[in-house]
C-alpha cells in the first residue's frame, strides 16, 4: 500500500511541474482586434468591416424594398388588366412578364373575335408565352366550330394532338346521338380515335332508345342512353307522362329535374282533387272537403254543401263561414236573413 502512496505522489508533482512549465512559456494575454478578409485579398480592420457590413445591409434592404414595389405593380396591373402599369416595374425580365401575362389574359375576353384575339396576342414580347397564346386562340376555335383546320395551326404537338382526338370525339358522339352512323364511320381512324369510334358506333344510337323507353313507358330503357343531358330528359318524360296517366303523386318524386317534378305535382294534384271534389259533393260529408290540395276547391267544396244543408236545416250560422260572396248572398237568402 506504501509504494501504491508514493507512486501517486510523484504523479501529482509531475502534473503540477508540466502545468508550471506551459505557464512560463506562454507569451502575456493581449486583446487582438479581428480583421476580415474580403475576396480582394485586403484585410479590413474591425470598424472598417462593420461599416461594410451596414453598406451592404443597406443594399439589401433597398433591393428588397424595390422588389417589393415591383411585385406590388404587377399584382396591380394584373388585377385591372393594364399593360400601362407594368411599364413603372424596375426589373425588366418582370415588366416584360408583367405585360406578357395581361395580354395572354386578355385572349380569352377577345377569343369572340378572331383578329382581335391574334392582335392581342402578337403584341407578347416572349416567344414562347407568344406561341402559347396562339395555341390556345387556336384551339378555343377549333372546338367552337368543331373546326380541325384551326388545330393544324397550334405549334405545340401534345395541344395539336388533343385538338384533333377532341374534334373527332366530337363528331363521333354526334353521329352516334343521331344514328347517323355505318360501318365505315371508323374505317379512317387509328388508334384511340378507332376504339372510341367503333365503342360508340357499334351501340344503339341514344335517340333510337329514347323512343323505345317513351313507346314502352319505361324510364329503364333511359338508363342505356350514353348522353347524360338525354339519358335525364328521357326519364323525366317517361315519369311525367306515367304520372299523368296513373295520376299517382308518388311518381313525380322520381323526376330529376326541379322545375318537372313541381309541374307533375301540381298537375297530378289538380286532376286527384278535381275528382276528390265531385265525389265529396256527391257524398255530401264536408269534413272531407278539408282533404284537397287546391284552397279554391276546398273553399268551393265546403261552400255547396253548406248551401245544400241550409236549404233542408236554415241555421243562420252557417252563413257565416261561406267564402264566397255569392254564395253567401244566396245562403243569406234560403235562412231568411
Do not use: H
Not at 228 to 253: G, H, P, Q, W
Amino acid at each position: 500500500m506504501r509504494k501504491w502512496g508514493i507512486l501517486l505522489l510523484l504523479i501529482v508533482l509531475l502534473w503540477i511541474g508540466g502545468y508550471l512549465y506551459f505557464q512560463s512559456k506562454t507569451a502575456p494575454f493581449q486583446e487582438v482586434t479581428p480583421n476580415i478578409t474580403f475576396p480582394t485579398g485586403s484585410v479590413l480592420s474591425w470598424s472598417e468591416a462593420q461599416a461594410k457590413l451596414l453598406e451592404f445591409e443597406k443594399q439589401e434592404a433597398e433591393r428588397a424594398a424595390l422588389v417589393k414595389k415591383d411585385n406590388d405593380i404587377q399584382n396591380e396591373a394584373s388585377q385591372k388588366w393594364d399593360t400601362l402599369l407594368c411599364e413603372n416595374i424596375s426589373d425588366v425580365a418582370k415588366k416584360t412578364l408583367c405585360k406578357d401575362t395581361i395580354l395572354l389574359q386578355s385572349v380569352a375576353p377577345a377569343a369572340g373575335n378572331l383578329d382581335l384575339a391574334i392582335d392581342a396576342c402578337s403584341k407578347i414580347e416572349t416567344l414562347k408565352t407568344r406561341d402559347e397564346c396562339y395555341d390556345k386562340i387556336f384551339m378555343t376555335y377549333a372546338l367552337k366550330d368543331q373546326n380541325i383546320s384551326y388545330c393544324e395551326k397550334i405549334s405545340d404537338t401534345d395541344m395539336l394532338s388533343s385538338c384533333k382526338t377532341a374534334i373527332e370525339k366530337k363528331r363521333i358522339e354526334t353521329a352516334a346521338l343521331t344514328g347517323n352512323t355505318d360501318i365505315n364511320t371508323c374505317a379512317n381512324l387509328e388508334g384511340e380515335e378507332q376504339t372510341y369510334c367503333q365503342i360508340n358506333v357499334t351501340r344503339e344510337s341514344d335517340t333510337t332508345i329514347m323512343d323505345r323507353a317513351m313507346t314502352d313507358k319505361n324510364p329503364d330503357e333511359c338508363q342505356k342512353i350514353q348522353n347524360e343531358e338525354l339519358k335525364t330528359s328521357c326519364n323525366d318524360a317517361v315519369v311525367y307522362d306515367r304520372a299523368m296517366t296513373d295520376k299517382n303523386i308518388e311518381l313525380c318524386d322520381k323526376i330529376l329535374e326541379e322545375w318537372k317534378r313541381n309541374s307533375c305535382t301540381t298537375q297530378v294534384v289538380s286532376m286527384n282533387d278535381a275528382n276528390q271534389f265531385q265525389s265529396i259533393v256527391n257524398s255530401g260529408d264536408r269534413a272531407n272537403c278539408a282533404t284537397l290540395w287546391n284552397e279554391d276547391l276546398k273553399n268551393k267544396c265546403s261552400d255547396i254543401l253548406i248551401l245544400r244543408t241550409v236549404a233542408t236545416n236554415p241555421d243562420k250560422t252557417l252563413c257565416d263561414i261561406v267564402i264566397d260572396e255569392w254564395m253567401k248572398a244566396q245562403c243569406t237568402q234560403i235562412t231568411g236573413q
